[in-house]
């Protein structure tokens, strides 16, 4: 009989379309400016935010293709899936540096098809079908700070 790995408790119930669609905006932020991951971020139902280290400000035309990119994904129906490894395995395939110093060992890997691999604990839709679509509400910049707020629709 296979036993479930023991995780580390979440403390919050995210709505799993926006949790979700909060993994290829970051995915896709990586891709297109070679930043890393959201370093902050509040994901609620009806509009979320995301913080991310940017270099210099976007201009608005790049960010209409951070939408459509996005947007495009989803529309892939890509499934969402879930493996457990260890710290050393998963290091090989996603960043760790966000982990809490006291996680364990065994790590959940969620993954959006083969565009996105994380280590996450949060709720998650099945398939991208699921989510809708992302709309880029605003966004400021200052100081190699690019906050970003969006909603689903």
Known sequence: MEQTPALNEHNK???????????????????????????????????????????????????????????????????VTIEFMNKDDAASIVDLSKLPDEASETLRIVRVGDYDACACIGTHVSNTSEIGHVKLLNYDYTEGRLRLRFKLV
């Open 13 to 79: 119930e995210e709505y799993p379309p926006m949790h979700t669609a909060e993994h290829i905006l970051n995915q896709t932020m990586v891709r297109m400016f070679g930043c890393p991951r959201s370093k902050n971020s509040h994901i609620e139902r009806k509009k979320s935010k995301l913080d991310y280290e940017l270099s210099e400000e976007p201009i608005p035309e790049m960010m209409a293709e951070v939408e459509r990119h996005v947007n495009e994904v989803i529309d892939q129906h890509l499934p």
